[in-house]
Each structure stands twice: as C-alpha cells, then as structure tokens.
C-alpha cells in the first residue's frame, strides 16, 4: 500500500511541474495546434483562432510521471533489487 502511494505522489508532483516546463518547451519549439479552415467536404469549419499557439502532445508528462512514479516507489521498495526472487 505504502508503494502505491508513493507512485502516486511521486506523479502527482512530476505531473504538476513538469507540465509547465513541458508547455514551456513545446511552445518554443513550435509545436501547436493547427486550425482547420475547411473539412474534406470543402465546408468551412467554426473558426477555432482562439486554440492557435497551444502546444499539442500536453499528455506525454502524464505518462513520464506515472512511469516514474511507478519506478521510482518499486527500486526504493526493493522490488528490483538483485537479490530478490522470483
């Protein structure tokens, strides 16, 4: 019980300021969200200007900080240590 919650603290706190820097980095390589102007149909779509500039791929640090997390909580807890058996 003790392993679960602190993977869970560990990506809570990773989650929560790593998604700034993540924003930070995103936004200054470039990577946003593209805005559609027309669909396949050749339709124009409802204008969407007010998402230009938001990084996308915002998700990524939630999976890094629950791998972390998970990590981090299992070699403190002895889970892959040399010693034990399976």
Request: charged residues 10%; positive net charge.
């Amino acid at each position: 019980m003790v392993v679960l919650l602190l993977a869970t603290s560990i990506a809570a706190v990773i989650s929560l300021f790593g998604t700034r820097g993540l924003i930070a980095v995103l936004s200054e390589r470039g990577t946003s969200q593209p805005i559609l102007q027309q669909n396949a149909a050749h339709r124009w779509v409802p204008a969407h200007q007010h998402k230009a500039g938001t990084p996308t791929m915002g998700g990524v640090i939630v999976v890094v900080a629950a791998l972390v997390g998970y990590l981090v909580s299992h070699v403190r807890a002895g889970w892959c240590s040399p010693t034990r058996r399976w």
